[in-house]
């Protein structure tokens, strides 16, 4: 499975000694975005998830397809914590596992989904830019809590929105993807935009708040950190 991979990744920088260099590096790299329409409607969407046991990370990608919403592939990684939790920064600490287990799909996805932010981040470059863009592949953030920017609350009617502004520029939406529940807060990664990424996170919605590919992916770490438990010999994959 090959990925357009142009550039290379600052996993390599140190917090706290390189702290603006990571900075740095996040505003370089959100000026490579594209918020643009999709060309076509997707096929396959996936959603992906870590889990922490340990010093490991455990990634997990479970694809649907869009149409039907049906599960037809899922795959995961197990890789070692190289960096500190610190707010803003998640991309750096559970995107290696991400990449490593949407590379293990068979089935290319043509939209990934994820738990997190895309472009409405402090620096324009949340979790979902930055998997999206090393990728190569769309790719949408949904994140169940606001990082940042203002909104007004949308109506309590599955499916109503507002917008989402930050900086005085519109970097979302607020959409409630179930009557009278917490609205998520969705933003564009990568090749994608706004009125696409919220299409999509409606279609993917089922029974419950959070879309369907990250609701399997997160089961899908949940069940993978209990069969892990115990196990000192785990290794990365």
Not at 78 to 94: A, C, D, M, N, Q
Not at 192 to 211: A, F, P
């Amino acid at each position: 499975m090959k990925h357009d991979k142009t550039y290379t990744t600052p996993l390599n920088l140190r917090w706290p000694l390189d702290k603006e260099k990571i900075l740095e590096e996040q505003v370089r790299l959100s000026r490579r975005l594209v918020i643009a329409p999709l060309k076509r409607e997707p096929q396959y969407v996936a959603g992906v998830d870590v889990a922490f046991l340990g010093d490991k990370v455990i990634g997990a990608a479970s694809v649907h397809i869009y149409a039907t919403g049906e599960l037809v592939e899922e795959a995961y990684s197990v890789k070692e914590v190289t960096f500190p939790h610190i707010p803003g920064f998640l991309s750096f600490r559970e995107g290696p596992a991400i990449m490593g287990a949407v590379e293990r799909l068979k089935i290319i996805p043509d939209v990934i989904i994820f738990d997190g932010p895309g472009i409405a981040h402090p620096k324009g470059f949340g979790l979902a830019s930055y998997v999206g863009l090393l990728l190569g592949i769309p790719s949408i953030g949904c994140a169940k809590a606001k990082l940042v920017g203002s909104y007004k609350e949308p109506s309590v009617k599955q499916g109503s929105t507002s917008v989402l502004k930050y900086e005085k520029a519109v970097v979302g939406a607020v959409v409630r993807t179930r009557e009278n529940a917490s609205p998520v807060f969705v933003s564009p990664g990568n090749l994608i935009d706004i009125n696409g990424s919220v299409d999509t996170v409606l279609k993917c919605t089922g029974k419950y708040r959070i879309t369907e590919p990250v609701r399997s992916a997160d089961a899908l770490t949940r069940k993978l950190k209990k069969a892990f438990e115990g196990d000192r010999s785990l290794g990365n994959a």
